[in-house]
């Protein structure tokens, strides 16, 4: 059975490719690299974050139960 922190973790890393992909107009056009890459960064460590979080919960949740 597929863990619930690695579906959500895959549609955000799917969102967060989506969104970089449309967002290249900005490296493009206004030449602007670091808002582009620290925006990803910061958004892949929210990401990482999240897992981490929901991954302790569930492990806490699973811990509980037996």
């Known amino acids: 059975m597929k863990k619930r922190y690695n579906i959500i973790t895959a549609i955000l890393l799917i969102y967060l490719a989506i969104m970089a992909y449309i967002g290249r107009d900005l490296i493009i056009s206004e ?3 670091f808002e582009f890459f620290s925006l990803i ?3 892949l460590l929210v990401i990482l974050l999240l897992r981490i979080s929901l991954k302790k919960r569930d492990n806490k949740n699973n811990s509980d139960e037996e």
Do not use: E, P
């Open 31 to 33: 030449n602007k690299y």
């Open 41 to 43: 960064g910061v958004t």
